[in-house]
């Protein structure tokens, strides 16, 4: 097998998997507001109202005129009451006040708002109630400004982001009601391996437990998709073919672990070459060095290697941003830096992404407590961690204290 990429460096992997999937980018679709929640907004949203859309109270109180202060106590005659709702269109004149709810509009002329705490209400006078107010509070204070947090036209939200619930209700504030984003990929999900038993089957001698499965569908779940998962694949060449070809013309992305490196019953590369494209195969990282990505009919194909910790850093590593791409998120996932707890001494070439738990100190300091636990079998240390240390290609000594890349998974 020949003719495609292999033996890549992981960021000329992740390269190509960005680039493939973003050529393969799905459509867009309009979607009620409250049905956006965490997908990729698929145009720019310029803000068609202003925010807030009128000058209102902070507080609730008083609305009157600066002008009218003076040192110590001042009289103020009750002219109305605006509460928060439709505006009565009233006007405060020189001497009046008018009675005010948080999120009121402020009445005309009126450009400061007095909490009701530092107020004292006066009643039954001649002339209409009286309100005292001190005489030294701020121009302007407790009244929010129309437009001082976005102004008519403004750029709020750019085509590539992704939805959190914040840009959604900022959307719902500008009375947006619908939004286009890119559609969610369908993805299904196979493992594969004759000695895989799901859980709750007895075990003959040989046999271990699926666990990738779950792994891989907890993943996309937790990434806001709606994985399929397909029957196990068994380890015979023409069982895998007729599955994946399957699949490959009824969802945009196809996950499969396992049967992807040099054993006699891997038989997922020659699949993908012979009915698809392989893009690469094999990259210089650990764990998941033998990792395939590929194209099949109208579908991507990751092709992830068998081991569930490998499974898990491929995933993290270069199965989102396949996801990304093919959502158009040009949004970068959030990145971070910690100190090492421990040293770390990585004698080969490739990149690697080490289990670890990373934590604040008390001095707010991020650190990074890499799990001792190597070896691409042992699940219990991805459990056991709540982050990927990612450590740079090349031979690397690193001393605790040093700072290194850090992915947060839990
Ligand atoms: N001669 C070579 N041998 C191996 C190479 C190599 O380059 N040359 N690569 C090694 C590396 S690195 C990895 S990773 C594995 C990957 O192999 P496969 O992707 O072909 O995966 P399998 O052989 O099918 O399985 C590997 C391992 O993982 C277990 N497994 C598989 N699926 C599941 C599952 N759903 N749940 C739990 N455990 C699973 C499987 O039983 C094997 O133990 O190959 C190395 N060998
Ligand atoms: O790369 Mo394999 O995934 O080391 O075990």
């Not at 976005?150 to 939200?157: C, F, K, M």
């Not at 990738?212 to 996309?220: A, F, I, K």
């Not at 006699?264 to 494209?277: A, L, N, R, Y």
């Not at 799990?371 to 699940?379: D, Q, T, Y």
Request: glycine content about 10%; some cysteine; proline content about 8%.
């Amino acid at each position: 097998m020949t003719g495609f990429p292999t033996g890549l460096l992981f960021d000329e992997a992740l390269a190509i998997a960005r680039e493939v999937s973003a050529r393969h980018r799905l459509e867009a679709e309009t979607l009620a507001l409250s049905r956006t929640h965490g997908r990729v907004l698929a145009a720019d949203l310029r803000a068609p109202i202003a925010l807030p859309p009128f000058d209102n109270s902070a507080m609730d109180g008083f609305a009157l005129r600066h002008v009218d202060l003076h040192e110590g106590e001042v009289p103020l005659r009750l002219s109305g009451e605006q509460f928060a709702g439709r505006a009565l269109g009233l006007t405060v004149g020189e001497g009046e006040c008018v009675r005010i709810t948080t999120g009121a509009p402020m009445p005309a002329g009126a450009d400061t708002v007095v909490i009701k705490e530092n107020a004292r209400e006066e009643h039954a006078r001649i002339d209409g109630d009286q309100v005292v107010v001190p005489g030294d509070i701020a121009l302007g204070a407790n009244v929010r400004k129309a437009g001082e947090d976005v102004a008519a036209g403004d750029l709020v939200l750019s085509a590539g982001q992704w939805l959190s619930p914040a840009r959604v209700s900022l959307a719902a504030s500008l009375g947006v009601s619908s939004l286009p984003v890119t559609r969610k990929p369908t993805v299904a999900v196979f493992t594969s391996g004759d000695e895989l038993v799901q859980p709750g089957m007895p075990l003959a001698p040989g046999e271990i437990y699926d666990s990738n499965r779950d792994l891989l569908m907890g993943l996309l779940r937790a990434d806001g998709l709606e994985p399929t998962a397909w029957p196990r694949l068994p380890d015979d060449p023409r069982a895998v073919e007729i599955a994946l070809r399957d699949a490959a013309c009824a969802f945009d992305l196809i996950i499969t672990c396992g049967a992807v490196s040099a054993g006699e019953k891997d038989h997922i590369p020659s699949v993908v070459e012979t009915f698809g494209q392989i893009h690469f195969w094999k990259v210089r990282m650990k764990p998941g060095m033998p990792l395939l990505f590929g194209s099949m009919d109208q579908a991507r194909i990751l092709g992830l290697p068998g081991n569930p910790v490998s499974v898990f850093a491929t995933y993290l590593g270069l199965g989102r941003a396949v996801i990304d791409g093919l959502q158009g998120r040009t949004e970068p996932r959030p990145m971070e830096w910690a100190q090492l707890v421990a040293p770390i001494d990585k004698s080969h070439p490739r990149r690697e992404f080490m289990r670890a738990q990373v934590f604040c100190d008390e001095r707010g300091v991020l650190r990074a407590d890499p799990n001792p636990a190597v070896g691409s079998h042992r699940l219990r240390a991805v459990a056991d961690s709540n982050a990927l240390i990612i450590v740079p290609d090349g031979p690397q000594r690193l001393a605790a204290g040093e700072v290194v890349q850090v992915l947060r998974y839990a």
